[in-house]
């Protein structure tokens, strides 16, 4: 049965028509209210974001100029600094030199007494000193406001080298340092190697080594050369007696024990005025006497 009934011309609706037509009002309203908020939500914080924008630009601008302050004012102190008298170098202490006259270290390292000890490149001085041949450790400190400390360790002579016509210093090991100079020069043993004797380099520091300690009763000034032969294997020559020792290698503790006996004997009876050769092989000693005249 319907329930609207018709009265004077006009459809009456019930209340449950009445309740749903409200309750669409009331949703449309809301919807409308949220898109309201939700718009002028959106426009505030387009507005915070340029504000932010505008204040990140602004703190920007301002380091920019900041920094460019802060270079500018550096730049004034540099140029101040390394023109000022308070750092001229005056004192330059060198320690380890020994072939290197200390003239020789400030001009290899660059350093000019008198110069501004700041505008010094500590990184360039080391490096002009080792590329020396002398050179083989260096440290530079600078201490403000006018000295530089230079300590050196040299690359030691141990023998004279010839080798293309040239005389050079060699290490203990035979290997070449620096041309011999006048300006440097230090009388030392001729070191040579015959072919196939390369092996016997090895032996030179331990050679020296026994020199040094007294194992050999041979004073370093005598000795006036040295051969690696393959045959004799390491063979002395001492200029003031005339006399040539052999060591071979192949026992090299055995044979140069047994060769510093046979000296030490030798000298306690007198005879090594008439011995011409020594040589300490095989696990044996030979002595070669000076013929008769």
Partial sequence: MPLALKKKGRVARNAYTRAALSGKTEQKRADKGARLVATIWRKLGNVGRLKNVALLVGLLLAGGMLLGGLCVASLWLYNKAVTSDFFLTRHVDVT???????????????????????????????????QTPWVEEVSVKRLLPD????????????????????????????????PV?????????????????????????????????????VEAGALAAVTLSPGRGIELYLEDREMRLSIATDDWDGNLARLGLALGDLARRHELRSVREVRAVNGSVWVVLNQPA
Avoid: C
Wanted: glycine share 10%.
């Fill in 147 to 178: 000295r530089f400390v230079i300590r050196l360790k040299e690359r030691m002579p141990s023998f004279w080298v010839h080798r293309d016509g040239v005389l050079y210093y060699a290490n203990e090991r035979g290997e070449i340092i620096a």
């Fill in 181 to 217: 100079e006048s300006r440097n020069f230090l009388s030392l043993p001729t070191l040579s190697t015959e072919s196939g004797a390369e092996d016997a380099l090895a032996y030179l520091p331990r050679l020296l080594k026994a020199l040094q300690g007294g194992a050999l009763p």
């Fill in 96 to 130: 380890g030199n020994v072939r290197l006259s200390r003239e020789m270290v400030l001009q290899y390292g660059g350093i000019v007494e008198g110069g501004n000890s700041l505008a010094v490149s500590i990184a360039q001085v080391e490096r002009g000193l080792r």
